[in-house]
């Protein structure tokens, strides 16, 4: 009882929180897609997430940010319980999830795409104050900000989508495929990016397919399979494992 | 130029103000909602009731009957949401136009219970004003400028506005929406509120014009629906034009024809529409 | 798309779904012992005909009903009125009619106010061989060349408005305006169903004959949210006088209009129905319809009952302070006379000798009864008599004694202005002070 009123009264410690999943079953319908995952990500950690397609890593995702709520298991995130917490809460709670295939908000313009990230009214009285950062993040951006976000080109488009993620000031930044449909040039750019995030202390969870670049990023990765954790642990580790390399790496 | 037609013109473009405002609060609802309040025009009758009530039954200063005609319907709209439209908003289209149309014979027969079918009149008229050979009604003027000054507004609230920037997001995309933080629940209740306001406003600007009575929504619309299909359901700006559009060519084709036959005109322009542009006259 | 695509399936299936005929309340006189003689009474309570007159009709429709059975129905046989609301759509009023004859297996059904529900209902009367009893739908069409026998009209033709109209001007157009009557350039506008487009056929007819020219000749809805185009062509066309056939939206709308759009006219005759309602557009224009007249049978009120057969004065009083007591109107519309009177005609001159002579009242008694009906002129409280034309006759099933006259509004009253022989001098062109008067 007192614990869980503890947990309540603190929902938002200043040091960021430790992402706790734990026996985590979730699918859609009768579908299942996710077979008790656990898996746990500490303040300032960077964390990712491979495997194939259909290994339910995007699932696990919106397991996270709410959009689908697990059947069984729970969802921690800095020790408070989400499984009850409405989706459009945790951007406030600083959960900022870039979606698959990015979702921005095509007929709106590069500066009313942030404004719909800051919606939350504590991220409205910061607004100017990161809109700026993020274009110092992206001065592409700042240049672009009246352009509508639909015409720009897609290493552009990731680009606004992670910022119009950190306009709520998030504590773990989760990212879906952030190299999906780009050129390998670009895939390189938006990885660097990744980079100089976490370097300034952000926590990041990224879900990715190229293999090879995320090991770059992030400390440490779980390899899904099926729904399920076939494999974890530190990057280099895993670039180094045999097996590894022959499914995901191309065996180079 | 002919005077007689420059007068038709002039009147098919006031015409357009009057539809334009119901146009443009159906296209918000159904853009956001994804749901066709079939009950709309009902509502600005709805509104007309009220303005009527409290100006000639009540003895309220006009403006001050108007100010609260807004907040009314727009309540209307809100009840309409959370009573009809939410518990449906998982059901198929179909289910959500027949009970928004059963909301509309629903208003018809509590108007007509409490009001009778009586033909209920302001008795308001502003002079008319003669600019060379044509008259222009000083009422219809006032009416016009009053909508694009609603217009105006609204384009300022959705353009400048977190929530206004919202509604124009989640039109698009409603599933992401959350992961903005933004509760897709409360942009549905605001936009119903909103639209319910320009049906209000509506109901002020056709209440000088129109008689009010139980069925006055049958006047105005079908035309109303016809308008938000060619400029694009949810497509603001298209049904803006559209109205316009419309409000000429009922106009110029009565001048031209004969009153029936514009409507035919429009009718038929409507279809051709649908067929060649099913995604609205504007779409882009 | 896919949401237009059943959005629109969706506007087609509500619109047929929520055309479910509303349940409607029997209206029961006192009953006196004896099976009660049903007797259907369908009219408009609801939706835009119901202000345009047919509410009153009902009304008169109810005090005949009530009279009747306290005066002892037929020989202590009450009538019982069953109720069908058409709310002025025409497949309602076809839905109930199947309700009335089928469900609640009526002979005869009365009332009917719209000429675009008598027109499809008459065809399907005929073909079950039930009385229809037609109280107040005008078009000439309803009966022309249709030799109909089970469909009765006791009331004016369309055709007779527009004798009335066009020799009320060409009566006066010398005199009063000084203009030859081929001279009087006439403007002709009406709703578009088959009321307005039969007396406005009527109207034209007319005027053919007395070579009056007619500058402009047009049909519009009467729910159009705009006439404005309509007031601008008669103001090029420069009519004299303004002939208008309308129900009421359209008429108030018009009036607005044509006020704002500068339209001046010498005079304007209205047509029945929502002309008719002299309260209402006195409420809502005031002094601004002063001298606008109309055409109509008369209101008995406007009658000068002295002159009426023995008896029938009293009739005439007797439901003028009901009708007064009961509804608060100051000068009760036509359509609140024709409702008393035309259903009067059907109880005492139809329905009583039928139930005598055959001790029912079947359709085909009932029918039997109305052809041998024979009242001469002034012993209806409407002033005219009735005599049906009979099987055969163009216009089988009319009453060929029906008059309609041209009456004249002035401070909220109907006087009779034509024929000259029932009533007073027209004032002609509208004053001055009438906002609409020409210049």
């Known amino acids: 009882m007192s614990a869980a009123l503890d ?20 699918g859609y319908g009768d579908f299942q897609a996710l077979f008790g995952i656990s898996l746990r990500v500490e303040p300032g950690e960077a964390v990712g997430v491979v495997g194939p397609n259909g290994a339910g890593k995007t699932t696990l995702l919106r397991v996270i940010s709410g959009l689908i709520r697990p059947t069984a298991g729970t969802l921690r995130f800095g020790g408070q319980d989400l499984a009850r917490t409405p989706p459009h809460q945790l951007p406030a709670l600083g959960i900022a999830h870039v979606p698959e295939n990015r979702r921005l908000f095509p007929h709106l313009t590069v500066e009313e795409n942030l404004k719909v990230g800051a919606f939350s009214p504590a991220a409205r009285a910061h607004f100017a104050e990161r809109r700026d950062r993020v274009y110092d993040l992206f001065p592409k951006m700042k240049q672009r900000r009246h352009q509508l976000a639909g015409t720009m080109s897609g290493g552009e488009q990731q680009m606004c989508a992670i910022g119009r993620a950190l306009m709520c000031a998030p504590r773990i930044l989760l990212l879906d495929e952030p190299s999906a449909g780009l050129a390998p040039i670009v895939v390189k750019q938006v990885f660097d990016l990744v980079r100089r995030i976490r370097e300034e202390g952000l926590t990041v969870l990224i879900v990715e397919q190229n293999v090879a670049q995320v090991l770059r990023v ?31 790496l191309g065996g180079h | 130029m002919d005077p007689f037609l420059l007068e038709a013109i002039v009147n098919g473009i006031l015409l357009g103000g009057v539809f334009a405002l119901p146009a443009l609060g159906l296209n918000l609802v159904f853009g956001v909602v994804d749901v066709v309040w079939l009950c709309y025009a009902e509502l600005v009758m709805v509104g007309m009731y009220a303005v009527w009530f409290l100006y000639t039954q009540l003895g309220w200063p006009l403006p001050l009957a108007f100010g609260a005609c807004l907040p009314v319907v727009a309540l209307l709209g809100v009840l309409l949401h959370l009573l009809v439209v939410r518990p449906l908003l998982a059901a198929p289209p179909i289910n959500q136009v027949l009970a928004t149309g059963g909301v509309l014979f629903l208003l018809q027969g509590a108007m007509t219970l409490i009001f009778r079918t009586d033909f209920r009149s302001l008795g308001v008229d502003m002079p008319p004003m003669e600019v060379g050979e044509i008259f222009v009604s000083g009422t219809k003027l006032a009416a016009f400028c009053a909508a694009l000054l609603g217009a105006a507004v609204l384009w300022a609230f959705l353009k400048f506005t977190y929530v206004g920037t919202a509604i124009r997001a989640i039109a698009r995309d409603r599933e992401v929406m959350p992961l903005m933080g933004v509760d897709p629940q409360r942009i549905y209740l605001i936009a119903s509120a909103v639209g319910g306001a320009l049906a209000g406003l509506a109901a002020c600007l056709l209440v000088v014009q129109l008689d009010v009575h139980p069925f006055v929504g049958l006047s105005f619309g079908p035309i109303t629906f016809m308008i938000c299909v060619m400029g694009g359901l949810g497509n603001m700006l298209g049904g803006f034009l559209a109205a316009f559009l419309m409000g000429i060519i009922v106009s110029v084709g009565g001048f031209w024809g004969t009153t029936e036959f514009s409507y035919v005109v429009a009718f038929g322009f409507f279809i051709v529409t649908i067929f060649a542009r099913p995604r609205g006259l504007f779409a882009r | 798309m896919k949401a237009f695509g059943s959005t629109r399936r969706g506007l087609l299936q509500a619109g047929a779904a929520l055309t479910i005929p509303a349940t409607v309340a029997r209206a029961q006189g006192p009953a006196r012992g004896g099976d009660p003689l049903r007797v259907g009474v369908m009219t408009d309570l609801s939706g835009p005909f119901a202000g345009a007159g047919s509410q009153p009709l009902f009304w008169g429709a109810e005090v005949a009903i009530e009279l009747f059975n306290e005066r002892g129905g037929v020989d202590g046989r009450p009538v019982q009125a069953i109720t069908a609301d058409s709310q002025s759509k025409a497949d309602v009023a076809i839905n109930e009619m199947e309700r009335l004859l089928g469900q609640e297996r009526l002979e005869v059904v009365t009332g009917i106010y719209s000429s675009a529900h008598a027109v499809p209902l008459s065809g399907r009367f005929e073909q079950a061989r039930k009385m229809m009893w037609i109280t107040s739908a005008i078009a000439t069409a309803v009966l022309k060349d249709k030799n109909f026998r089970y469909v009765f009209r006791p009331t004016v033709h369309s055709d007779q408005y527009g004798e009335g109209s066009i020799s009320a001007i060409a009566d006066n157009a010398q005199a009063k305006l000084g203009i030859a009557p081929d001279k009087v350039k006439l403007g002709v506008i009406y709703e578009d169903g088959p009321y307005g487009t039969g007396v406005a056929a009527a109207i034209e007819a007319n005027a053919r004959q007395r070579n009056m020219p007619i500058v402009l000749k047009e049909a519009y809805s009467a729910t159009a949210p705009d006439l404005s185009t309509l007031v601008t062509k008669l103001r090029r066309e420069r009519p004299d006088i303004v002939l208008q056939v309308g129900y009421n939206p359209d008429i108030t709308l018009f009036l607005r209009q044509a006020k704002s759009g500068g339209l001046r006219f010498k005079m304007l005759i209205g047509h029945g129905a929502g002309w008719s309602q002299i309260d209402r557009l006195s409420e809502t224009f005031g002094q601004d319809v002063n001298y606008m007249c109309n055409v109509d049978p008369a209101a008995t009120q406007m009658l000068d009952w002295s002159k009426l057969q023995p008896g029938v004065g009293d009739l005439a009083k007797t439901f003028m302070d009901r009708f007064q007591a009961k509804h608060k109107l100051s000068d009760p519309p036509t359509h609140a006379s024709m409702g008393f009177n035309n259903t009067w005609i059907f109880l005492e001159h139809v329905l009583k000798p039928a139930v005598r002579k055959t001790g029912g009242m079947t359709a085909d008694a009932l029918r039997e009864a109305a052809l041998e009906v024979d009242v001469p002129t002034g012993g209806t409280i409407q002033g005219y008599g009735v005599k049906f034309a009979p099987p055969g006759n163009p216009m089988a099933g009319q009453n060929e004694r029906s008059i309609a006259v041209v009456m004249q509004f002035e401070n909220g009253k109907s006087k009779v202005v034509w024929p000259a022989a029932l009533g007073q001098p027209v004032v002609m062109p509208l004053p001055a002070s009438n906002a609409y008067a020409a210049r």
Not at chain 1, 7 to 26: C, N, V, Y
């Open chain 1, 7 to 26: 947990t309540r009264a603190a929902p938002q410690s200043p040091s960021g929180g430790t992402l706790e999943l734990s026996g985590i079953h979730a």
């Open chain 1, 218 to 248: 992030v400390d440490r990765a779980y390899v899904l399979e099926t729904g399920r954790v076939a494999a974890e642990g530190r990057s280099s580790e895993l670039a180094a494992d045999p097996a590894i390399r022959r499914s995901y």
